[in-house]
């Protein structure tokens, strides 16, 4: 699978989710600044792991219940968490086995903006439920803009959807500009740790994205509508025992971004690290804080 990218240089309080759409589209607000990356680990409770990226938050999905927590509120681009959001925005109104035909628009996108790609080919017409793979496996930008032209309908009118959902799930700390988390000449999208997170449990709880998400590779069959595909999930994550997923990212201005679970004594545990600035820590990191959780709070 090519991967374009390698070109760029370089909180406790309730805890609501509101499913639905019926809420305005998020009126554009000005862009945060965002700190610079800290050198120094940063722990928010005595014997926590060591976090070094610039945020991170960890939560107990099923009660809301936060965990640890780093800078957890401040806004910063999340580069391909981006994803998430787009395939759960996607099965709102779409079957995984309705057919979306890909246009040359979609590949060319991808390699443009200098985005991850499936390397999805022009005519072919696949079902919903293999995009999401090429979404969030290979982190597919062309995956991403096939599926928001198709069902916004229009990009524009899809990011609108996007930031509507943001709002019904009380991501009030979130506006995206597009499906993909690439930036834009106008300036980035923006969320938090905790925003995302909160994403995190909610798309989780919808079986295809979690099925997907926890998929280390994907084959898929030519037929008389697309050719063969494969795509091996960039999540290296998954090796771990009781790893589900969620999604990873990277952008210069992003950093590498992480949003994982894990289901440790019978719990769930959802978390997402920001700004990271070497590749490998953060599933170090992350595994760290999956092992540490259940020492915190049975103590």
Do not use: C
Request: glycine fraction near 10%; charge should be positive; aromatic fraction near 8%.
């Amino acid at each position: 699978m090519r991967n374009r990218k390698a070109r760029l240089t370089a909180f406790a309080g309730a805890f609501a989710l509101v499913t639905g759409l019926g809420v305005p589209a998020y009126a554009q607000t000005a862009a945060p600044s965002v700190a610079a990356p800290s050198l120094a680990a940063s722990t928010a409770d005595a014997g926590a792991p060591a976090v070094y990226g610039r945020a991170a938050y960890l939560m107990d999905a099923r009660s809301g219940a936060a965990l640890f927590g780093k800078a957890a509120d401040t806004r910063m681009p999340i580069a391909s968490l981006t994803k998430t959001m787009t395939a759960y925005v996607v099965l709102q109104s779409a079957k995984p086995t309705d057919m979306v035909e890909i246009a040359a628009q979609d590949a060319r996108y991808a390699e443009d903006g200098g985005g991850t790609t499936a390397d999805l080919r022009p005519g072919d017409r696949l079902p919903v439920g293999e995009l999401l793979y090429a979404l969030m496996l290979p982190s597919g930008a062309d995956a991403a803009h096939a599926l928001a032209r198709t069902y916004g309908p229009g990009v524009p009118g899809f990011v609108a959807k996007m930031n509507a959902t943001a709002r019904s799930l009380g991501m009030n700390d979130t506006r995206y500009v597009n499906a993909d988390g690439l930036p834009t000449p106008a300036g980035d999208g923006w969320s938090t740790a905790r925003d995302q997170a909160v994403l995190a449990a909610k798309a989780l709880q919808v079986p295809l994205i979690e099925g997907v998400a926890g998929t280390r590779y994907h084959e898929l069959a030519a037929t008389e509508e697309h050719g063969a595909y494969g795509w091996r999930n960039t999540n290296r994550l998954l090796a771990e025992p009781g790893v589900i997923g969620l999604k990873t990212g990277f952008t210069r201005a992003a950093g590498y971004s992480l949003a994982f679970a894990g289901d440790r004594d019978g719990r769930r545990l959802v978390g997402v690290i920001l700004g990271e600035s070497i590749s490998s820590r953060r599933y170090d990191t992350a595994q760290a804080l999956l092992t540490w959780a259940p020492t915190r709070a049975s103590a």
